[in-house]
């Protein structure tokens, strides 16, 4: 009964997993030329290379994401509870300081090389700029999503996973017809609407993790030995 049981819920989760890269990646072709129609393709280039940061580190939200997982899977074969808070509180540490280290680096280099070296039109770079910042910000929302994620895939639970994707794939939906009537510069508008999505995933992964999971609520534990192997 156990295999059959377990049988169900891979080929479950599998279904999921597949339905929600389905719908992500049509949403996602479908908003990238409604989001250029709108912007224009200048502003779509700004946005594409200024914004890319958030891009450019989903590699190592994925690899974070995996790395938690593995410790959170570990300590629910354990059974101890105690082990997996730890861990949890530990793995929110690590990300809020990984978060704040990137953005200072980010505000330190990445302002004076969006200002000093790339070539954006003058008449784009405030535009640029608070695109640069609204990603940031974007990035370290999801930088401190990620050990909640990688709770919610430690236990299996695909189906919240694959829901939680699906909405924030509608809010980029809603958002790519937003623009279209924007009270303030389309460029603007679309990273300031970006950061918001993410703000609203952070919370709806946040308040699932904390009804369903008792280890997700976050406490300030510095345990150097956990986390520098969990670091490591």
Request: aromatic fraction near 12%.
């Amino acid at each position: 009964m156990d295999n059959i049981s377990n049988n169900k819920r891979i080929v479950k989760n599998t279904l999921l997993l597949y339905f929600r890269m389905l719908f992500m990646m049509a949403v996602s072709l479908y908003t990238s030329r409604v989001v250029l129609n709108a912007l224009g393709v200048e502003d779509f280039g700004i946005y594409n290379v200024v914004g890319g940061v958030v891009a450019m580190f989903s590699m190592l939200s994925g690899s974070l994401s995996s790395a938690i997982t593995r410790f959170i899977t570990y300590e629910l074969g354990t059974g101890n509870r105690e082990n997996l808070k730890k861990i949890f509180s530990s793995s929110v540490t690590i990300q809020i300081g990984l978060a704040v280290l990137i953005v200072l680096l980010a505000e330190a280099i990445g302002v004076w090389f969006l200002n000093m070296k790339m070539n954006i039109p003058d008449t784009r770079m405030t535009a640029a700029n608070w695109v640069f910042q609204f990603s940031i910000l974007t990035f370290a929302i999801n930088l401190v999503s990620v050990p909640y994620n990688a709770t919610i895939i430690a236990h299996e639970r695909m189906s919240a996973f694959a829901y939680i994707s699906i909405l924030e794939a509608i809010g980029k939906l809603a958002i790519a017809f937003l623009i279209v009537i924007s009270p303030i510069d389309k460029l603007i508008f679309y990273a300031i609407l970006m950061c918001a999505v993410a703000l609203v995933i952070r919370f709806a992964y946040g308040i699932y993790c904390k009804k369903h999971f008792e280890e997700c609520t976050y406490h300030f534990i510095f345990d150097k030995e956990l986390l520098k192997r969990m670091f490591g």
